[in-house]
């Protein structure tokens, strides 16, 4: 059964950091792209930042956090990171880790539980 773990959520205050990790299990982790969403109150579930499978040579970026999150994976822990920095009220919501097969399969993708990110002013 796959299952993805989310951790590193907390209350910081602005322009302050933190560090989100996933850890996957139950699926061949290191061939799912994997990705972070986040979801703010009253506000749809966004893409924050995907990263490929495998080497996750390519990474991808939502405007609102580019140049101040980082993506990056270790195939080897089953571990998807997100670092933050610079972090901002408007960056507070739940982030979620989300795995996609390499098929596509809609039955096949997962989430995690999340993790509350809460930014003061």
């Known amino acids: 059964q796959a299952l993805l773990v989310e951790s590193g959520g907390n209350l910081v205050q602005a322009g302050g950091a933190l560090r989100l990790s996933c850890v996957a299990a139950?699926?061949?982790?290191?061939?799912?792209?994997m990705s972070w969403y986040r979801q703010a109150p009253g506000k749809e579930r966004e893409l924050v930042a995907p990263?490929?499978?495998?080497?996750?040579?390519?990474?991808t970026y939502a405007d609102s956090v580019k140049g101040r999150f980082t993506i990056s994976r270790d195939n080897d822990k089953n571990t998807v990171t997100l670092q933050m920095t610079s972090l901002k009220p408007e960056d507070t919501a739940v982030y979620y880790c989300?795995?996609?097969?390499?098929?596509?399969?809609?039955?096949?993708?997962?989430w995690g539980q999340g993790t509350q990110v809460t930014v003061s002013s």
């Open positions: 989300h795995a996609q097969s390499p098929t596509g399969d809609p039955s096949l993708r997962y």
């Open positions: 139950g699926f061949f982790f290191r061939s799912y792209a």
């Open positions: 990263i490929t499978s495998h080497s996750g040579s390519a990474t």
